[in-house]
Nanobody
Framework: QLQLVESGGDLVQPGGSLRLSCAGS????????????VAWFRQAPGKEREGLSC???????NYADYVKGLVTISRDNAKNTAYLQMNNLEPEATAVYYC???????????????????WGQGTQVTVSS
């Protein structure tokens, strides 16, 4: 089955930047990376998992209002990888960050609701002086 692995989480000072990666593997024959929409979520201790951004199979994107202008989602299908570039990080961004994927061929839209079929294990982002 599809496996997702996040990487790139780190300790960063306020105002710093990070680029998270989400690598996919185990694609079924005939259902390669371009058939999946991808989303990024984060979850801080004691809080609900919240959607940050998503990218559809056709490249359409959505962003949570509170991260617009601060993050950029992208995908490189040739590398089976999606990315989340985060700039001007603040302490409130401290959380475990997860990527998720759904088989959603030819869709122009994507969702930031946490009902995706496939999830990574998460990567820790800590923003602190």
């Amino acid at each position: 089955q599809l496996q997702l692995v996040e990487s790139g989480g780190d300790l960063v000072q306020p105002g710093g930047s990070l680029r998270l990666s989400c690598a996919g593997s185990g694609f079924r024959t005939g259902y390669t990376v371009q058939f999946y929409s991808v989303a990024w979520f984060r979850q801080a201790p004691g809080k609900e998992r919240e959607g940050l951004s998503c990218i559809s199979t056709t490249g359409g994107t959505n962003y949570a209002d509170y991260v617009k202008g601060l993050v950029t989602i992208s995908r490189d299908n040739a590398k089976n990888t999606a990315y989340l570039q985060m700039n001007n990080l603040e302490p409130e961004a401290t959380a475990v960050y997860y990527c998720a994927a759904d088989l959603n061929p030819r869709s122009t839209i994507c969702t930031m609701q946490p009902d995706y079929d496939y999830w990574g294990q998460g990567t820790q982002v800590t923003v602190s002086s």
